[in-house]
Nanobody
């Protein structure tokens, strides 16, 4: 079992930054893909960023160039640095652990074995 606890969400103005943190317990994260997903009101949960290992990451197009995912394996923690936030980034952000890609091309999605409880990010214009 893996327990995930997120922190760092908040209410911010557009154009500013936030850093989310996710601390894992129960297993060391170094062997697993870790990521951040988000769910806006009335929408399905989508992936935002996935760290496959210490050097490889995948981002949804809408956050490329603004968000950076990183991990500190010694602290069993994964981070999401979010810069130049936009109102459309408003969502509950969930940390996920043990992530697998499913499907290819337009049908590609990501399955996740463990979830955190979520942290709210609200960006006002």
């Amino acid at each position: 079992q893996v327990q995930l606890v997120e922190s760092g969400g908040g209410f911010v103005q557009a154009g500013t930054s936030l850093r989310l943190s996710c601390v894992a317990s129960g297993r060391t994260i170094s062997s697993y893909a870790m990521g951040w997903f988000r769910q806006a009101p009335g929408k399905e949960r989508e992936f935002a960023a996935i760290s496959w290992n210490s050097v490889t990451a995948t981002y949804v197009d809408s956050v490329k160039g603004r968000f950076t995912i990183s991990r500190d394996n010694a602290k069993n923690t994964v981070y999401l640095q979010m810069n130049n936030l936009k109102p459309e980034d408003t969502a509950v952000y969930y940390c996920g652990a043990v992530i697998r890609p499913v499907g290819v091309g337009q049908t590609r999605r990501y399955e996740c074995d463990y979830w955190g409880q979520g942290t709210q990010v609200t960006v006002s214009s």
